[in-house]
């Protein structure tokens, strides 16, 4: 009974894998088609990824945005607007953000890395 367990788990495991590889590979063709960057913020606005062309573009690297927020970055009067329009993203109180403009819902039921 353990043995038949214990391949039950490894499958699950190896099954698991594979689905985060196949993910992480989309998520990679993605940003690659595009000439733009994309970013992850934490609860504190501070990047915690930065992926794109533009970075390679810009002579830049995700190493010269980890860790940091926007103020560390741009300067704090530069930094406003980014931080205004983050800051939707990562309030745990905010539930939809909407596009300016159209007022359409662009995000919906935000979840939010630790």
């Given at each position: 009974?353990?043995?038949?367990a214990?391949v039950?788990?490894?499958?699950?495991?190896r099954?698991?894998?594979e689905g985060?590889?196949?993910?992480?590979?989309?998520?990679?063709?993605?940003?690659?088609?595009?000439?733009?960057?994309?970013?992850s913020?934490?609860?504190?606005?501070?990047?915690?990824g930065v992926?794109?062309?533009?970075?390679?573009?810009?002579?830049?690297?995700?190493?010269?945005?980890?860790?940091?927020?926007?103020?560390?970055?741009?300067g704090?009067e530069?930094a406003?607007?980014?931080?205004?329009?983050?800051?939707?993203?990562?309030?745990?109180?905010?539930?939809?953000l909407?596009?300016?403009?159209?007022?359409?819902?662009?995000?919906s039921d935000?979840?939010?890395?630790?």
């Amino acid at each position: 009974m353990a043995l038949g367990a214990v391949v039950i788990e490894i499958t699950d495991r190896r099954r698991a894998e594979e689905g985060l590889r196949e993910s992480e590979e989309r998520f990679r063709a993605l940003i690659d088609a595009m000439d733009d960057v994309v970013f992850s913020l934490d609860r504190r606005q501070r990047y915690t990824g930065v992926w794109g062309r533009w970075l390679e573009r810009e002579g830049l690297a995700e190493e010269d945005f980890l860790c940091k927020d926007a103020i560390g970055i741009l300067g704090a009067e530069p930094a406003a607007p980014h931080r205004h329009h983050s800051s939707a993203c990562t309030d745990r109180r905010a539930r939809r953000l909407r596009m300016e403009g159209g007022g359409r819902p662009l995000l919906s039921d935000l979840a939010l890395a630790a």
